[in-house]
Nanobody, 122 residues
Framework: QVQLVESGGGLVQAGGSLRLSCTAS????????MGWFRQARGKEREFVAA????????YYADSVKGRFTIIRDNAKNAVFLQMNSLRPEDTAVYYC???????????????WGQGTQVTVSS
């Protein structure tokens, strides 16, 4: 089991930036696909970004492509989500997840963090 702790959420104006961090308590962190998902109030959880083990190669939802960047630091057991040009529609609780399956599907991830709130004001 992987324990994940997110941090870095907060309130920001539209056009601003935030950097989310997720640290993992696990020995073989590099063996996991790491993903970021978000859930806005009243909506289903949706894929935001993921980074695989090899490369590593990042993947993004179309809605955040060009604005968000996911990176991982295996030496620190951490994954980061740099969010630029934030929009009010990016407001959601953001979750970090660890898994080994299809990176876009939340049911392919086995372990989840508690989430961190991101609020973008217009």
């Amino acid at each position: 089991q992987v324990q994940l702790v997110e941090s870095g959420g907060g309130l920001v104006q539209a056009g601003g930036s935030l950097r989310l961090s997720c640290t993992a308590s696990v020995r073989a962190f590099s063996a996991y696909v790491m993903g970021w998902f978000r859930q806005a109030r009243g909506k289903e959880r949706e894929f935001v970004a993921a980074i695989n083990r090899i490369g590593p190669t990042p993947y993004y939802a179309d809605s955040v492509k060009g604005r968000f960047t996911i990176i991982r630091d295996n030496a620190k057991n951490a994954v980061f989500l740099q969010m630029n040009s934030l929009r009010p529609e990016d407001t959601a609780v953001y979750y970090c997840a660890a898994g080994n399956g299809n990176f876009r599907r939340d049911n392919e991830y086995d372990d989840w963090g508690q989430g961190t709130q991101v609020t973008v004001s217009s």
